[in-house]
């Protein structure tokens, strides 16, 4: 990192616990750019977190009438043997939302009643938890059980017609019941927030699309949901949003829960269980995300060489310091970006970078994955265009474009867009091409061939308004 | 997701290595003395294990220049060249985003093998993305208690790991700056070999 050879030292070359010799070319973090280190005691503050997943069902009449009860509850039944739970410490808990909050009691299999029992809280003030036991159950104990409660709970509800959804309220308490461990909060609602804690205004005005004013409907409208997700973070508890309301849902507002902790919003506007498109489509995804080996209670570090700063992240995380990234759940599908700014002028050959996550998997290991790049450097233009990565610079670009419209609307990021890849494709013409601007053709480098249908991607996506 | 198949990482290993050892003999590193490809060349490098390269050549129509495709093994220059195209007369296809970002070509005795890790480690595999893209459009019964069988991918996806005794880790320093070098205080990670004193800043995090 400081741009000196160093000899691999002896010590590489001997096993000191097995007190026998090693074969360097065989130390994994010898030979590859991508190692994880299992964790010794010193990075543990308490045992490796469980899985804990903490389902908040809408139970309002939209949720109820558009099928989503009723394909929620049936896909996690049939998917249960799915989620991870090598080391059968995996736990379970669930709760429904209207105007009030349901938790529901699932004891143990085999006890004297193998009937889950409902326990309503209408204070959405300063929820409470009705009973100490049994709201967040280990599958593995509970599993037949857990069976029987996702079997009824379609029809607990089915009649009826109450309209509210005390979301805020829920995810409180869920918070609540679970921060002592950590784990995720899978929130599926097709209903706006309307009472209780962080509760939400229809705040949409047709009038305002397409003007300056639309920007504001953009921003958060409730700093609940900035506040509520920092705590969340601090505590491990990683939230998920799967929005489904045929009407306005404020996912401006709600998607910070995600943003800050780690998670992610899934966004299925109109959805209804009745068109088979639909309810294959939620199944098939809310399966997979449920089947998903993630990692849990991560950090992030990334240093390099001197010269370069990382200046800016951009991802679903909280920046719980200036460089340090936390990641109360840690999604395998998703990337992350991070802006590194030149501070001093380079005059090495080459520059180093170096990622940390020390993370849990969700099989209960400590550990720590490192990520080590080394980027030759240049002073020519042609060397740049000709090393670039098309993916990466469109990936970069995306967060620089929503950033925009967070700032200055949908249209100003859009344009930004649009700007930059004609910045792209004009200065390889001037200065690499021949610098013919008047004459036909579209020429671009072959690394960077799908760079305009990439951004014209981004520009038409349904994301920046267009 | 244990490190198995020692024998095939082995070989795997010795592969990099030879392969920098190549890159390491062939180069003069030369700033500066990179040209733009002097050849006509269209399209894409073409590499044995692509037969994207040869859709690349059904889909040029038209009266084209005779492709003179780059070997794969670049000839003795230490940094990528440019191989202009023109997106009008050879249209964008699709597929072209299977193909691997630029190679990283570092100065002699840089590196062991490649500076990057496989591409399975960073990048989403495509397979899966379309396959995820298809969705909405797509209507067959699925059979959610099995689910859709990604495993093929997901076998792929296995880090390198250390072996778990952690006597077993060497806690290198670098004979300069005794850390990493870079911001000594700053920076408490010295060298990715050593887990007890570089990452002791990562653990504070719960704190």
Request: proline fraction near 7%.
């Amino acid at each position: 990192m400081c741009n000196l050879t160093n000899d691999v030292p002896q010590a590489f070359d001997w096993d000191s616990a097995a007190q026998k010799s090693v074969d360097r070319w065989q130390r994994p973090e010898l030979n590859h750019a991508v190692c994880e280190f299992v964790a010794p005691q010193e990075y543990m503050v308490r045992p490796p977190q469980p899985l804990v997943y903490l389902f908040l069902f809408d139970v309002s009449y939209a949720a109820v009438t558009n099928g989503l009860l009723a394909t929620s509850a049936r896909c996690i039944l049939e998917s249960l043997d799915r989620i991870p739970n090598a080391d059968r410490r995996t736990r379970v808990g669930f709760m429904a939302v209207d105007s009030s909050l349901h938790y529901f009691s699932i004891p143990r299999d085999g006890s004297e009643s193998n009937e889950p029992s409902m326990l309503v809280v209408s204070d959405l003030d300063e929820p409470f938890l009705p009973t100490p036991t049994d709201l967040l159950v280990n599958l593995s104990e509970c599993r037949a059980n857990v069976e029987n409660f996702l079997e009824k709970l379609q029809s607990m509800f089915q009649d009826t017609q109450n309209a509210a959804s005390a979301m805020g309220s829920a995810l409180r308490a869920g918070h609540k019941l679970i921060s002592p461990v950590g784990g995720k909060i899978t929130v599926l609602t097709a209903s706006l927030p309307n009472v209780g804690y962080g509760k939400l205004e229809m705040r949409e005005d047709k009038k305002m699309l397409g003007t300056s004013k639309e920007g504001g409907l953009l921003q958060t409208a409730n700093s609940f949901y900035k506040s509520f997700a920092v705590e969340c973070s601090k505590n491990q508890v990683s939230i998920d949003m799967f929005l489904f309301s045929s009407q306005y849902q404020d996912v401006a507002t709600l998607s910070n829960l995600p943003r800050y902790t780690g998670g992610q919003t899934y966004f299925y506007p109109g959805w209804n269980a009745a068109r088979s498109e639909d309810a294959i489509k939620f199944a098939r995804e809310f399966s997979d995300y449920l089947s998903a080996e993630i990692g849990l209670e991560a950090v992030l570090r990334v240093r390099a060489t001197t010269g370069l700063r990382m200046s800016t992240f951009y991802g679903n995380f909280f920046n719980r310091s200036s460089d340090l990234c936390a990641f109360p759940a840690f999604p395998r599908d998703q990337s992350y970006v991070v802006e590194v700014a030149i501070d001093e002028t380079i005059t090495k050959p080459y520059v180093c970078m170096q990622a940390a996550v020390l993370h849990t998997t969700c099989n209960g290991e400590r550990r720590i994955r490192v990520l080590t790049l080394a980027l030759p450097t240049t002073e020519t233009l042609a060397n740049i265009y000709a090393s670039a990565d098309q993916a990466a610079i469109t990936v970069y670009f995306s967060h620089k474009a929503v950033e925009r419209a967070l700032g200055s609307g949908l249209e100003a990021a859009r344009d930004a867009l649009q700007a930059k890849v004609i910045e792209i494709l004009q200065t390889y013409r001037k200065e690499l091409a021949g610098g013919n601007m008047g004459g036909g053709g579209l020429q671009l480098p072959h690394n960077l061939r799908a760079l305009p249908v990439l951004f014209l991607g981004l520009i038409k996506n349904v994301s920046y308004g267009s | 997701m244990e490190h198995d198949g020692g024998s095939a990482a082995h070989k795997k290993k010795r592969a990099y290595a030879a392969q920098a050892y190549d890159f390491g003999a062939n180069a003069g590193l030369a700033p500066g003395a990179a040209q733009p490809a002097t050849i006509p060349a269209v399209g894409i490098p073409q590499s044995p294990q692509e037969p994207l390269a040869a859709q690349f050549g059904q889909m040029n129509l038209g009266p084209q220049p005779v492709q003179q495709a780059p070997q794969m093994q670049p000839p003795p220059q230490n940094l990528n060249q440019l191989y202009p195209t023109d997106l009008v007369t050879q249209p964008f296809n699709v597929m072209e985003l299977d193909l691997p970002p630029p190679q990283i070509n570092l100065p002699p005795n840089v590196c062991i093998g490649i500076p990057i890790a496989e591409p399975s480690l960073t990048r989403t595999d495509e397979r899966y993305t379309i396959a995820l893209c298809k969705l909405p459009s797509e209507i067959c019964p699925i059979d959610t208690k099995h689910g859709p069988d990604y495993t093929f991918i997901i076998e792929e996806i296995s880090t390198p790991i250390c072996p778990r005794h952690s006597a077993l880790y060497v806690s290198a320093r670098c004979r300069r700056s005794s850390t990493s070098g870079a911001r000594p205080g700053h920076f408490k990670m010295s060298a990715l070999s050593s887990i007890h004193q570089p990452f002791r800043y990562l653990s504070r995090s719960r704190a």
